[in-house]
């Protein structure tokens, strides 16, 4: 059981380019989420997921896509990465939407657009 | 989303008891207080959540007051390990939102 696992860790792009940070959980759980952390801040919300098939957004949407064709994996895409994407992203999963059930977090992706 | 209200920064001597409160005036009826911490930059790691009674575990209790308009995370025997950004969130019912405030930063000194 490892929990929510993030790739890569690490990652710089140049402007413009695009990519996908990969998310998986081996929980069956049916909540997944993305969030990002600037320096000295705290976590925003980007986007969510209640299910296989369902996204949504969070407080922080733009740039980034979303798909959920498995309860197991939650990709984030940049399309065209800025440098204002710099910064730590954590994915978060949970057994349901409810509020009634503990969140666990991956260690983070750490990006840089140069 | 309810919004919540921490103390910017915090310290406390080791050994001691941390009282780290939080204000959440605008919660409503179905929303659960949650409560995580950050070390280094880590991922987020959970501590503890309630609806309106008390709650402890082996980590922490959790205080909210009978309005439920306030809260109060209490790490009993603070250690130097303790030190971390601490976040009181008021997570929904009905999306499952976690959204973060600025977060408490404890500074458990020797």
């Known amino acids: 059981n490892a929990g929510v696992t993030q790739t890569p860790k690490f990652q710089v792009l140049k402007t413009g380019q695009s990519m996908t940070l990969q998310c998986a959980q081996d929980?069956?759980?049916?909540?997944m989420s993305w969030y990002r952390q600037d320096p000295g801040m705290g976590l925003r919300l980007i986007h969510y997921s209640v299910g296989a098939g369902i996204t949504d957004q969070g407080e922080v949407p733009n740039g980034y896509n979303v798909s959920r064709s498995t309860t197991e994996d939650f990709p984030l895409r940049l399309l065209s990465a800025a440098p204002s994407q710099t910064s730590v992203y954590f994915c978060a999963s949970s057994p349901y939407g409810g509020a009634n059930t503990e969140a666990f977090f991956g260690q983070g992706t750490r990006l840089t657009v140069v | 989303d309810a919004k919540t209200t921490q103390p910017t920064s915090m310290d406390c001597a080791e050994g001691r008891a941390a009282n780290l409160p939080c204000n959440h005036s605008t919660i409503s009826g179905n929303e659960y207080v949650y409560w995580y911490r950050q070390i280094h930059s880590q991922g987020p790691q959970y501590i503890i959540h309630g609806l309106k009674n008390n709650e402890t575990n082996e980590m922490a209790s959790l205080i909210i007051t009978e309005d439920r308009k306030s809260s109060t995370l209490i790490l009993p025997h603070a250690t130097l390990r303790d030190t971390a950004v601490y976040y009181c969130i008021v997570r929904s019912s009905n999306t499952g939102k976690l959204i973060f405030g600025q977060g408490t930063t404890l500074q458990v000194k020797p």
């Open positions: 929980m069956n759980h049916e909540y």
